[in-house]
């Protein structure tokens, strides 16, 4: 950030972002890994969902910021951007400093007193029939040693090895399904109200507009994630967006006017609504539970790496698309991402598991017996038997 804030050559602006990608890189991940490995099951799914949550609220602030420093043309205007970002570490170090550390990485280094002292940190003392935190580290344990059996090492590439494949792979697919079913065009809603006739400063407040709704689906994404399961949320989520963004192509056919330009930003803001409170959030959820725990780390950190450079190369073509110098797609960019948006439906279908409310050693076994994703649920009383 203080390269950012002083640098006056691209050079150094460059430099500036460069490092502070690689603490971005480390958030990217631990968060989502350490969410999954301290909270209990039936929790699991609103902390890991919270992640998505996260970054709505950064993306609100970040864009109210720039709607503040919208009509500045000298040097503020681009610097205090950054200098809003110098808010934050102090604050955040204070937390880190006094979280406990997981309990999974705890038990996977053989200090299992220490796993207790984390559990008993982290569980409330309210006199409900819980697990002690005993009973949750021999669990935990019991889960270490079961992996060990299962895989050679710890290294990347016990992540393409016998059933550890198939999780890399569902764990790197959900994250690129993230982005290849066209949240970019979330951006470019700005695009389509000033078609309409917005002036630049009010169509750039739409994107708070856009934000807000993002917040508002992703909160209510937490009653279906109790209610339903992460496949049934995700795949319905997912038909969702390839209806959206089907009928946002076919009134791009239309001629174009005012009020078709307002129809395309409307079902824009239909299509952030649905992907926030199911494909947004649920991939947070998904990809933490998937893979097994001595490898989870490294799995999520090639399927992040999967997700950023998926991003790079959607963040190239959208602006070719809709730019009328360009391709000049226009709204007709909808049906481009409508059939990413089907290929992953599809591969959803038949690749995402439903680990509702089940425990790692659970999905552990039934990756273990190459249970279908389709069959995960009918399964699950059978392997828990065999657990107990």
């Known amino acids: 950030i203080f390269l950012s804030f002083f640098g006056k050559t691209l050079g150094i602006q460059l430099a500036g972002q460069i490092l502070c990608g690689i603490p971005w890189g480390v958030y990217q991940t631990v968060t989502t890994v350490y969410a999954a490995e301290v909270m209990p099951t039936n929790l699991r799914g609103y902390l890991t969902s919270y992640v998505n949550l996260c970054w709505v609220i950064g993306?609100?602030?970040?864009?109210?910021?720039?709607?503040?420093?919208?009509?500045?043309?000298?040097?503020?205007?681009?610097?205090?951007?950054?200098?809003?970002?110098?808010?934050?570490?102090?604050?955040?170090?204070?937390?880190?400093?006094?979280?406990?550390?997981?309990?999974?990485?705890?038990?996977?280094?053989?200090?299992?007193?220490?796993?207790?002292?984390?559990?008993?940190?982290?569980?409330?003392?309210?006199?409900?029939?819980?697990?002690?935190?005993?009973?949750?580290?021999?669990?935990?344990?019991?889960?270490?040693?079961?992996?060990?059996?299962?895989?050679?090492?710890?290294?990347?590439?016990?992540?393409?090895?016998?059933?550890?494949?198939?999780?890399?792979?569902?764990?790197?697919?959900?994250?690129?399904?993230?982005?290849?079913?066209?949240?970019?065009?979330?951006?470019?809603a700005i695009f389509f109200f000033e078609q309409a006739g917005l002036p630049t400063a009010q169509a750039f407040n739409m994107t708070l507009g856009l934000y807000a709704i993002a917040f508002v689906g992703t909160v209510l994404s937490w009653p279906m994630i109790n209610r339903f399961g992460r496949r049934t949320i995700y795949l319905t989520g997912m038909t969702g967006i390839v209806v959206s963004l089907l009928l946002v192509g076919f009134i791009s056919l239309a001629p174009a006017t005012a009020s078709s330009s307002w129809a395309i930003g409307a079902f824009l803001l239909i299509f952030t609504f649905i992907y926030d409170s199911t494909v947004g959030p649920l991939t947070y959820v998904i990809v933490p539970e998937t893979p097994s725990s001595r490898l989870r780390h490294k799995t999520v950190v090639l399927a992040r790496n999967a997700y950023n450079v998926t991003c790079i190369w959607t963040g190239v073509l959208t602006p070719y698309m809709l730019n009328t110098t360009a391709w000049n797609w226009g709204a007709k960019t909808g049906f481009f991402w409508a059939g990413f948006a089907a290929l992953c439906l599809i591969w959803a279908f038949f690749r995402i598991p439903e680990t509702k409310g089940f425990t790692f050693a659970e999905i552990d076994l039934l990756f273990e017996e190459g249970v279908s994703a389709r069959k995960f649920t009918a399964h699950r009383g059978e392997v828990s038997e065999r657990i107990r």
Not at 67 to 88: C, K, M, N, S
Not at 132 to 141: C, D, F, K, N, W
């Open 59 to 188: 993306q609100f602030i970040g864009s109210g910021v720039l709607v503040g420093v919208e009509g500045r043309t000298d040097q503020w205007g681009w610097r205090i951007p950054f200098a809003v970002q110098w808010i934050w570490p102090i604050p955040l170090i204070l937390v880190c400093i006094f979280c406990p550390e997981s309990p999974t990485w705890l038990v996977e280094h053989g200090r299992n007193e220490e796993a207790e002292k984390a559990v008993s940190r982290l569980q409330s003392n309210t006199g409900v029939d819980i697990a002690s935190p005993h009973e949750t580290v021999a669990l935990l344990a019991q889960t270490n040693a079961f992996e060990k059996e299962l895989t050679a090492g710890v290294g990347y590439l016990e992540c393409f090895k016998g059933t550890n494949l198939r999780r890399t792979e569902i764990t790197v697919g959900t994250w690129v399904a993230q982005q290849m079913c066209g949240p970019v065009l979330q951006t470019y």
